[in-house]
């Protein structure tokens, strides 16, 4: 690996790693994901947002909403997020033994 790459891995890796610390992860209600989810189907970050879109972005907590490039990265993100959490608690509740 060059030095070139090498330095661009470990600032990647610092920023990622900044980044989880900064921001706590919210999980979303079983309605506000799907919301996002029909958000995420239906979006189109380069065209305006309607005021329908922005009222049900402002709902799931989205502030960002004049950067396309943000504002997607951050829907992908908390999509993201929000099925890893529920798989997680899936994995969890069944290995975890129930007491009858």
Do not use: W
């Not at 990647?12 to 799907?34: C, G, M, R, V, Y």
């Amino acid at each position: 690996m060059s030095h070139t790459e090498e330095a661009f891995h470990k600032r990647n890796d610092n920023q990622s790693s900044l980044h989880i610390e900064t921001e706590l992860f919210k999980p979303l209600s079983d309605a506000k994901l799907q919301i996002l989810k029909e958000i995420c189907a239906d979006i189109d970050p380069f065209r305006p947002l309607s005021e329908e879109l922005t009222l049900k972005l402002q709902e799931i907590g989205v502030q960002e909403l004049e950067d396309p490039f943000k504002l997607t990265n951050h829907l992908l993100r908390t999509l993201e997020e929000n099925i890893n959490y529920r798989r997680q608690n899936e994995q969890a509740s069944r290995a975890t033994p129930s007491k009858h």
